[in-house]
């Protein structure tokens, strides 16, 4: 019963239960954080960790998302779940997020000097008419 006091006075943004709330699930969700983390081999320092921890718990406040759960006996599986998903998502939107485009104007190896629009083959021509017209 007392997950359910908490998880509804939390949905009533009251601010003690939601301190409560925090201090009693803090160290939970840092760890499943942490094992989301490890499970996609992403390794960053302890301090991210603890801010996606800080995200996820800005998100359920933000959004009332405590109003979802039906059973709060379920509380915790539901903060695991909502926790690995948001981890995800996260790193989808915020570590994966460097620009792989490349100009085709630019020279993987400088020694040689040649753009990369002449090392990739395109598709429109004819290799065989090529090497045809090279010989």
């Known amino acids: 019963m007392e997950q359910d006091y908490l998880v509804n006075n939390c ?6 239960a939601w301190e409560l709330f925090y201090k009693q699930y803090n160290t939970f969700v840092l ?16 301090f991210n960790a603890e801010d996606i921890t800080h995200e996820i718990f800005h998100s359920i406040w933000k959004y009332n998302k405590l109003d979802s759960i039906k059973n709060p006996d379920y509380l915790k599986t539901w903060l695991s779940i909502f926790s690995l998903n948001f981890t995800k998502n996260y790193l989808r939107n915020h570590y994966y997020q460097t620009s792989s485009t490349v100009s085709l104007d630019t020279t993987p190896d400088p020694n040689t000097l040649t753009p990369l629009k002449d090392l990739i083959p395109d598709k429109n021509t004819d290799i065989i008419k090529e090497i045809d017209f090279k010989d």
């Open 11 to 16: 949905i009533e943004e009251n601010n003690n």
């Open 31 to 46: 760890k499943c954080v942490k094992y989301k983390l490890k499970k996609i081999k992403v390794y960053p320092s302890s």
